[in-house]
């Protein structure tokens, strides 16, 4: 899974580069976010523009990254397509994540 | 994840949804409703307040499940069969005997794919009261 990087003060921006988060790419995702983490980054800001779909196991992953960055770091998301934005309301991640409608929303909120 | 107790004698039907697709509830082959908005996912954090829906049953009305596969699933074009054409296939088969609705349900989920392998596993159960 590739992720272009872009930083803004301490807040790394990541673009998901896929248009699909589920079962095939799942693993390199989390492994991929973990890593940013891992590095020190603990204000991330999830760019899902190219992203239309997302399933349950990419739902686990984001979770899983969440819970590693834990509490004292920010992931937050921005610019999602309808169906994942449904989809994400329907799993109350909503109210998990804090997300926002586009790229300057989020970095404004983290800043 | 979604879990439901039919209760024969109060003639009631709870759910617990727990980020499961809305089932969708039909009464005696006419009107069609969606049951509920969703609710957090089994093994998201510790402690979780699941959504519970009741609702009144009666002989006939029938409970259609089925996966998140089915409103997920991609034709050739990328586009999902989606929750609101779900329903309303449903709206227009719930009148059938309950394996020609089945039967049909099938049909349009397949005749959406056009060919086009699905991703995900596709599962469908009707219950009728």
Known sequence: MKFEEAKSGDILVLTVASDRVAAESTQSFKQGLAEYAAQGNDKIVLDLSRVSFVDSSGLGALISVLKLIGASGELVLCSTQPNVASMLKLTRMNKVFRIFGNRDEAIAALS | ?129
């Open chain 2, 1 to 129: 994840m979604i879990y439901g107790l039919i209760d024969l004698q109060s003639s009631t039907l709870r759910i617990g949804q727990a980020g499961h697709p809305s089932p969708v509830l039909t009464h005696n082959g006419g009107n069609c409703q969606a049951l509920g908005t969703g609710g957090m996912p089994i093994g998201v954090w510790p402690d979780i307040d699941f959504d519970f829906i009741e609702t009144a049953i009666s002989a006939g009305d029938r409970l259609v499940l089925y996966s998140d596969g089915v409103t997920e699933c991609l034709n050739p074009r990328g586009e999902q069969f989606g929750s609101q054409r779900l329903l309303e296939a449903v709206e227009e088969v719930c009148g059938e005997n309950l394996d020609t609705m089945i039967a049909k349900l099938i049909e349009k989920i397949n005749a959406w794919r056009e060919g086009r392998e699905p991703d995900d596993d596709i599962s469908l159960m009707v219950v009728q009261m």
